[in-house]
C-alpha cells in the first residue's frame, strides 16, 4: 500500500524529447509538490498544487509542465529535454493545506543524455 | 527572501560519536521540520516543532527550536551506521507565505564508520 507512488522510477532519455513523470498518493491530501534534487542533493522546489490549484509556481523553465487531474494525481511534463534537466525528482504531498509533514514518493531519477 | 541555511554540509564520524546539524533561518520560522534521507532513498519526515525554545527527543535524536524560532539543531548520541543519510531541516515563514511552502536547507550528508 504505497502511500505516495512515481512512475516511472528511472528515466533515460535523449536531449531535446518530451516525458512525462506521474504522480499519485491514496493519502487522501489535497496539496501535492514537484522537487528537483540534483547531484548535490539540493531539494528545490517546483510546483505545489492545493484541491488541483496552481499555488505554488517556482522559477523553472516552462518547458516544464505539471497538470492535475485530480487532487491525488500531479503530473510533470518536461519538454525539449536538456542535459541540465538531469536529477531526481520527487513528488510529495501533504494533508490540508499543507502545513503538516510531507510524505515523498520514492523519486525518479531522470538522465538526459 | 526567504533562505534556511544548515550546516555542515558533509560529516563524517566513527561509529559512536556524536552529530550535530544546525539550520539559521534569516526569518522568523513558524514552524520547522526535520527529514532523513537514505542514500538512494526520498526524504522520510522525523519530526515537526513549533514552539520557541522546544526540545524532542527521539531514542539518540534530539531536535531543538530556537527561542527567537531562527534556528534549530539536530544531535544524535553515539552515532551507528544506520544514521548515515542526509538530514535536511525545513522551515515555514512566520509571516504566512505562500500555502505549503516549506524552504529545505540545503542537508548535512553524514556518513558513519564502523
Known amino acids: 500500500d504505497t502511500a505516495v507512488s512515481q512512475t516511472p522510477k528511472y528515466l533515460v532519455t535523449q536531449m531535446g524529447n518530451d516525458k512525462s513523470i506521474k504522480c499519485e498518493q491514496n493519502?487522501?491530501?489535497?496539496?501535492m509538490y514537484w522537487y528537483k534534487q540534483d547531484s548535490k542533493k539540493f531539494l528545490k522546489i517546483m510546483f505545489s498544487?492545493?484541491?488541483?490549484?496552481?499555488?505554488i509556481n517556482e522559477t523553472v523553465p516552462n518547458r516544464f509542465s505539471p497538470k492535475s487531474p485530480d487532487k491525488a494525481h500531479l503530473n510533470l511534463h518536461i519538454n525539449s529535454l536538456e542535459l541540465g534537466d538531469s536529477a531526481v525528482y520527487f513528488c510529495?504531498?501533504?494533508?490540508?493545506?499543507?502545513?503538516?509533514?510531507?510524505?515523498f514518493g520514492p523519486g525518479t531519477r531522470l538522465t538526459v543524455t | 527572501g526567504q533562505q534556511v541555511m544548515q550546516i555542515p554540509q558533509y560529516q563524517h564520524v566513527q561509529e559512536g560519536e556524536d552529530f550535530t546539524t544546525y539550520c539559521n533561518s534569516s526569518?522568523?520560522?513558524?514552524?520547522i521540520q526535520w527529514y532523513k534521507q537514505r542514500p538512494g532513498g526520498h526524504p522520510v519526515f522525523l519530526i515537526q516543532?513549533?514552539?520557541?525554545?522546544e526540545v524532542k527527543k527521539q531514542k539518540r535524536l534530539t531536535f531543538q527550536f530556537g527561542e527567537a524560532k531562527k534556528n534549530s539543531s539536530l544531535h544524535i548520541t553515539a552515532t551507528q551506521t544506520t544514521d548515515v543519510g542526509t538530514y535536511f531541516c525545513?522551515?515555514?515563514?512566520?509571516?504566512?507565505?505562500?500555502?505549503?511552502?516549506?524552504?529545505f536547507g540545503r542537508g548535512t550528508q553524514l556518513t558513519v564508520w564502523p
Open positions: 510529495a504531498s501533504s494533508q490540508g493545506q499543507g502545513w503538516g509533514e510531507q510524505y
Open positions: 493519502l487522501g491530501h489535497d496539496t
Open positions: 498544487y492545493n484541491n488541483k490549484e496552481l499555488i
Open positions: 526569518t522568523t520560522l513558524s514552524n
Open positions: 516543532l513549533v514552539k520557541s525554545g
Open positions: 525545513a522551515g515555514r515563514d512566520d509571516r504566512g507565505s505562500t500555502l505549503g511552502r516549506l524552504y
